[in-house]
């Protein structure tokens, strides 16, 4: 069963990883950013939140939005 992630869920890989609202689950739950930077892409030291809302079916690349005081669009591509 899977812990609260928000009010909707944007999408699930084909692998089971699950990009929802502000949180990313793949067998725990994490913000964007924290996600991203467990799978290994490097982030920048400057406080952005990261909000992932797409990924593709084999969990490979993210997109999704950064936010401090505005939004600007990003994609991750996973190691």
Known sequence: MLPDLG??????SDDGVVAAGD???DGERF????ALD???VALP???????????TPDGKT?????????NVAF???LP
């Open 62 to 70: 993210w997109v999704g939005l950064a936010n401090r005081d505005g």
């Open 7 to 12: 009010q909707q869920i944007w999408k699930i």
């Open 23 to 25: 949180y990313v689950w």
């Open 45 to 55: 030291d400057d406080g952005l939140n990261f909000f992932v809302r797409a990924i």
């Open 38 to 40: 467990r799978a290994g």
């Open 75 to 77: 994609i991750a591509r």
């Open 31 to 34: 913000t964007g950013g924290a």
